[in-house]
């Protein structure tokens, strides 16, 4: 199983961004082979529209299963699910401090969007 994480970081101890679609990177962390890589996702930083739906395609063709993120727009939120990703807030500081959440099983998939489109 693979999981994203939005962040502006390059490793674990990086900060987990609290948006999806203008996170600058998603770390992408296989539970199974216990590694991850960095997607970059700078593209959509300044993107006028789609940078939700644009992050959602880049984390869905790199495998993800799921996204640990701040929050999540109604249009990223339904390609996700789409896709058939799971979502989940976090409040986390690290994305060492989410992947210790997710593994702890303490975090819930979301069952809508939580914010508004264009959020940033």
């Given amino acids: 199983m693979k999981i994203a994480f939005s962040t502006s970081g390059e490793n674990l101890d990086a900060p987990l961004d609290g948006r999806f679609g203008r996170a600058s990177k998603f770390i992408l962390y296989d539970l199974e082979k216990e590694y991850f890589e960095v997607i970059d996702n700078q593209q959509n930083l300044n993107a006028a529209q789609g940078a939700g739906i644009q992050a959602a395609e880049a984390v869905v063709r790199a495998g993800a299963n799921g ?12 390609a996700l699910c ?11 500081p690290t994305v060492a401090a989410a992947l210790t959440a997710f593994r702890a099983g303490v975090l819930l998939p979301m069952e809508s969007a939580d914010v508004e489109g264009h959020w940033v």
Avoid: K
């Fill in 67 to 78: 996204i640990v993120t701040g929050h999540c727009g109604p249009n990223a939120y339904r």
């Fill in 82 to 92: 789409a896709a058939g990703v799971a979502i989940y807030n976090c409040e986390a």
